[in-house]
T-cell receptor, first 112, second 116 residues
């Protein structure tokens, strides 16, 4: 069974603070995606990381893929209330349909 | 680009009736579409994977006779919940993968199903 453990599952912090969300697995992924989901909407793709050790930045969000392609992190600097949402990581397995293995999600609340 | 639509966005039906949900890729051809179910405050649960022109592959525990999936074209997949019961009430989301991308899935806005 392939598992992608995401932590923390819930995080409530003040505006301006920094935070990191982690996704870890014993499986090797061909790529890993990070999504953000608002209530009542579908997930929106934020970034895809493919290469081991890769780091991608999206404004105040920094995404890193582990060297062994088994783990990833999302770091948010100076969080804003607009960052509030459900963040999901998903790893793509190397099968014919590149099915995604999903983390449990991190519910992030940024208080003004 | 890579826009996926779902219709309807929400539906309320009586127990025992069937409900069809459509998933369309608007500006690309989707060789593979995925159907997910999501419970409140939880992650996505994959129900089935469908490739255009082929029978869908269902995940363990998902009844294929209850959740009928048709992927008749490269831009349309449908999920029919047959003989719906209150426990089928959920948020159903489809996603589509382009032939040009091996990894990324683009999601529809979801359909909220409530079975009375």
């Amino acid at each position: 069974t392939q598992l992608l453990e995401q932590s923390p599952q819930f995080l409530s912090i003040q505006e301006g603070e920094n935070l990191t969300v982690y996704c870890n697995s014993s499986s090797v992924f061909s790529s890993l995606q990070w999504y953000r989901q608002e209530p009542g909407e579908g997930p929106v793709l934020l970034v895809t990381v493919v290469t081991g050790g890769e780091v991608k930045k999206l404004k105040r969000l920094t995404f890193q893929f582990g060297d062994a392609r088994k783990d990833s992190s999302l770091h948010i600097t100076a969080a804003q209330p607009g960052d509030t949402g459900l963040y999901l990581c998903a790893g793509a397995l190397m099968d014919s349909n590149y099915q995604l293995i999903w983390g449990a999600g991190t519910k992030l609340i940024i208080k003004p | 680009g890579a826009v996926v639509s779902q219709h309807p966005s929400w539906v309320i039906c009586k127990s025992g009736t069937s409900v069809k949900i459509e998933c369309r890729s608007l500006d690309f051809q989707a060789t593979t579409m995925f159907w997910y179910r999501q419970f409140p405050k939880q992650s996505l649960m994959l129900m089935a994977t469908s490739n255009e022109g082929s029978k869908a592959t269902y995940e363990q525990g998902v009844e294929k006779d209850k959740f009928l999936i048709n992927h008749a074209s490269l831009t349309l997949s449908t999920l029919t919940v047959t003989s719906a019961h209150p426990e089928d009430s959920s948020f159903y989301i489809c996603s589509a993968r382009t032939s040009g991308s091996r990894y990324e899935q683009f999601f529809g806005p979801g359909t909220r199903l409530t079975v009375l």
